[in-house]
């Protein structure tokens, strides 16, 4: 997933999962040695692994692909414009924000 425009983007206990008094660059989260399981970081908090992103993402297409459909996914639970921007590029048609 493309960050690099956000990559000197500092996070710090305003954002979700970032441990208090801790202000990091996004650059360098991955750096810092943190373990969720261990507690290193409040919850909630997601990783996300890109290489299962990919997975999934291939998967969904073939599913679609198989059954001539299309999808516009609910984003309002990723909250995550790179990812909305992914789902857009990998055939969603369009994407959802509110429930009727």
Same mark, same amino acid.
């Given at each position: 997933?493309?960050?690099?425009? @956000? =990559?000197?983007?500092?996070l710090d206990e305003a954002t979700k999962a970032i441990p208090p008094g801790v202000a990091?660059?996004?650059h360098?989260?991955?750096s810092m040695g943190w373990n969720l399981?261990?507690?290193d970081v409040p919850l909630p908090a997601a990783v996300i692994r890109e290489?299962? @992103? =990919?997975?999934n993402s291939r998967w969904m297409q073939r599913f679609l692909a198989k059954r001539?459909?299309?999808i516009a996914p609910h984003v309002k639970t990723t909250m995550c414009p790179q990812i909305m921007q992914r789902q857009?590029?990998?055939?969603?048609?369009g994407v959802t924000v509110?429930? @009727?």
């Open positions: 997933m493309h960050l690099h425009p @956000l =990559d000197d983007l500092v990091v660059r996004l360098d989260v991955g399981l261990r507690g290489s299962a @992103l =990919d997975h001539n459909a299309v857009l590029r990998d055939g969603a048609w509110a429930t @009727l």
